[in-house]
């Protein structure tokens, strides 16, 4: 899809086997399901969402402003998000963009659990009321002006640039 849009809709979107090119899905309405499997997106998802779910995919973009549920799942993403209940990332490659950063606002739970290579992954002045990371190297800055009610580390690396 290059010229099509699809935005203000309330729906299940499934995208398999595909190749999204920039601005085409954004504003979507919840309850909103989008699923990703085997595809590429650039410029990403946008909109409130019950469920944005990503795997074995490349996803390169804006994310939700508001979701219920995220998984990545054995993708290379590089994805910003303003808030989210629940977000798992699993075996996530980070792609890297010039030093720009991936970034979460608020999250209530976010699970890290494996990373291919390190994340570049900004909290800046984000609120995430749990944040468990296993099997991954974070690159600094980690932690800026973050307010974090649990957090839990096992087998992560702490790097500086």
């Known amino acids: ?8 809709s309330e729906l299940q979107f499934h995208i398999k086997d595909s190749d999204l090119s920039p601005h085409g899905i954004h ?13 590429r997106v650039i410029g990403g998802v946008g909109g409130e969402l019950k469920s944005l779910i990503i795997r074995n995919s490349h996803f390169e ?9 995220v998984l990545v799942e054995d993708s290379a993403i590089h ?3 303003s808030k989210a209940v629940f ?31 390190p994340l570049d992954l900004t909290l800046w002045k984000s609120h995430i009321g ?3 990371v296993r099997n991954c190297e974070l690159i ?13 580390l096992c087998n992560v690396q702490l790097s500086l640039n």
Request: hydrophobic share 35%; charged share 20%.
């Open 1 to 8: 899809m290059e010229n099509g849009v699809i935005a203000y």
């Open 27 to 39: 504003s979507l309405n919840y309850p909103t399901e989008v699923l990703i499997e085997n595809s």
């Open 61 to 69: 973009g804006q994310g939700p402003q508001r979701a219920d549920y």
């Open 79 to 81: 994805i910003n998000m």
């Open 87 to 117: 977000a798992h990332f699993k075996n996530i490659k980070h792609i890297d963009r010039n030093s720009k950063s991936m970034g979460i606002g608020t999250a209530k739970n976010l699970v890290i659990d494996g990373c291919q290579n």
């Open 130 to 132: 749990n944040l468990f």
């Open 140 to 152: 600094d800055p980690f932690f800026e002006d973050v307010r974090v009610g649990q957090m839990q």
